[in-house]
């Protein structure tokens, strides 16, 4: 088949999938695959090569980051239930102060936070981060909101384990230690940097309380007369405020005290730095098996997970330690699914042969590929809406022409996901989650959030260029 074609019909293939996902309001995970099996067939790779290439590249991604996925979900449902975050983020709020607590929470959300799915991060965190606004005077909503937005976002393309930046070290082939170390030197100045930026300008008069905020009025749930909180213990056999009756266990569990913050966020902590001195060993030439070991992500994540269940069995005890990891099980196999049939759209990409021709273009036309990498990432993400899919379909475009660009992957990588948080808009949910968490409206919202994140996207490429001449 001619290059012409390949090219036309891998076009038709990502326009069809943006339009089954946009319009048709499919789920994605079934659009890429029907997308991935149109440019199968279409490119002559017939029925069974088609069928084969499709379930190989669900199996390599699943290969590489199935059990990661799994047990950092696992790991952020256990900290969500122990509380961790909340009392995280009061403690930021008391060591940084109002002034530099923008700046504080979406570092930590953006680091230490990517083990909790984003919708869930986000609506444990909006509320705090509400409540926090209010002491930040007539432009605390926007700071805080522009904040959050920021992020979260970028978090989940630049921080293992973030879903996104799996992704795109599994579909680019980059050894996620190696992920890890780069993306952090890409995203802390990349947050910094684009947080001071929105609140330069939101603070210089483009941010307007009366119709940027909604009047939302409202109370808190009162506390309990006696000074205790919402959900303290319960008596033996009474009702608890979730259904059911509360057993001897339980009761003791909710009465034991309150474990240390550094000890709740301990064991992940440990499992990124195992992470990351593997890369560190290997980047020295430094060979140890041990080292190997305990450096190889799921060996470490396993040993971060084992640790947590640990430490929430002791102040939360079995029932409520299985309830989370229950939940966090479920909330995974969405996670799992998506990230793998990119990993179909990607090898049938690599497939039909489109990796030479857009090598060749690259290599001819291209004075600056990392540019166009964005690019592609960026256009995908505002016709998609979701910078998870966008990264993910990018990231199987590009993935073929890595080998041919003479170029370090993590750089593609971390490229991908630059572009693909470009205009986060209507389509977003987590564009309607911050609009009514943050009680914004949606003027309020396309700055904070849409505005935020593009300067986020563009910030990011400044780093990830300076990096490109020394790798």
Known sequence: MSDTAILLNTAIAVIAIVFMIVRLRMNPVVALVLGACYLGLATGLGVDKTVETITKGFGDVMADIGLLIAFGVLIGALLRELGAIERLVDTLLRVAGPKRIPHAMALTITTFLQSIYLDVLLVITGPLAKGIASKLGRYGTARMATALAIGLECGIVFTVPGAAALALAALLHVPLGTYLLYGLIVVIPTVTIAIAVMNFALTRGWWNP??????????????????????????????????????????????RPQPRLLLLFSPLLVSLLLIATGALAEVAGWHNPFVKLF???????????????????RYLGQPRVDAALSKGMRDSGQILLLNGVGGCLAAVIAACG???????????????????????????????????????????????????????????????????LFFVHLTSNTFWLLQSLMGQTTRGTLKTCSVG????????????????AIL
């Open 453 to 468: 994140v593009s300067v986020a996207s563009i910030v990011a490429m400044g780093p990830i260029l300076v990096l490109s």
């Open 210 to 255: 009366a119709l940027d905020e909604e009047d939302v009025s409202g109370s808190a749930p009162s506390a309990p007369a006696d000074g205790g909180a919402a959900d303290d213990a319960y008596p033996v056999g009474q009702n608890t405020p979730g259904g059911g009756t509360m057993t001897a266990v339980e009761v003791k569990a909710r009465t």
């Open 295 to 313: 450096s190889s992500p799921v060996v470490a994540l396993v040993l971060g997970l084992v640790a947590t269940c640990l430490v929430a069995r």
């Open 354 to 420: 489109l990796g030479d021709i857009l090598g060749e273009y690259f290599k001819a036309n291209t004075w600056a590929p990392l540019l166009v990498v964005w690019l592609v990432a960026a256009v995908l993400h505002i016709a998609v809406g979701s910078v998870t899919i966008s990264a993910i379909t990018a990231a199987g475009l590009l993935a073929p022409v890595a080998p041919t660009l003479g170029l370090d992957p993590v750089l593609i990588a971390l490229s991908a996901g630059a572009g693909s």
